[in-house]
């Protein structure tokens, strides 16, 4: 498999905006929901939205509902990430795979196993 690209990451202050971006090959993104995950240093991989393979719904984490809009563009087979009001604790490496949503929880897909190497955002205070 050929692994997603991320991109869009930076150093930014608190409470400005960044957009990340995804690209993945037609293997990965047709016909699959895809959604963002992101790593803090210390802890596990956790997702946090989950975009329908429509584009029409998508499902966020509680903790990340109302700063950040994901959404893709499936004839670029791009995914999107628009993140506002950015906080210290979102300083994270963010990805992007196949997910699937569930009842408090986004996962990865199953049989995903190709990260690609992530965008850094990192958030000062």
């Known amino acids: 498999q050929v692994q997603p690209v991320e991109s869009g990451g930076g150093l930014v202050q608190a409470g400005e905006s960044l957009r990340l971006s995804c690209t993945a090959p037609?293997?990965?993104?047709?016909?699959?929901?895809m959604g963002w995950f992101r790593k803090v240093i210390g802890k596990e991989r956790e997702g946090f939205s989950c975009?329908?393979?429509?584009?029409?719904?998508?499902f966020y984490s509680d903790s990340m509902k109302g700063r950040f809009t994901a959404s893709r563009n499936n004839a670029e087979k791009m995914l999107y990430l628009q993140m506002n009001s950015l906080k210290p604790e979102d300083t994270a490496m963010y990805y992007c795979?196949?997910?699937?949503?569930?009842?408090?929880?986004?996962?990865?897909?199953?049989?995903?196993?190709?990260w690609g190497q992530g965008t850094q955002v990192t958030v000062a205070s």
């Open positions: 795979a196949p997910c699937v949503s569930l009842p408090g929880i986004i996962r990865p897909a199953s049989d995903f196993h190709t």
């Open positions: 037609g293997s990965t993104f047709d016909g699959r929901a």
């Open positions: 975009t329908t393979a429509s584009g029409g719904r998508t």
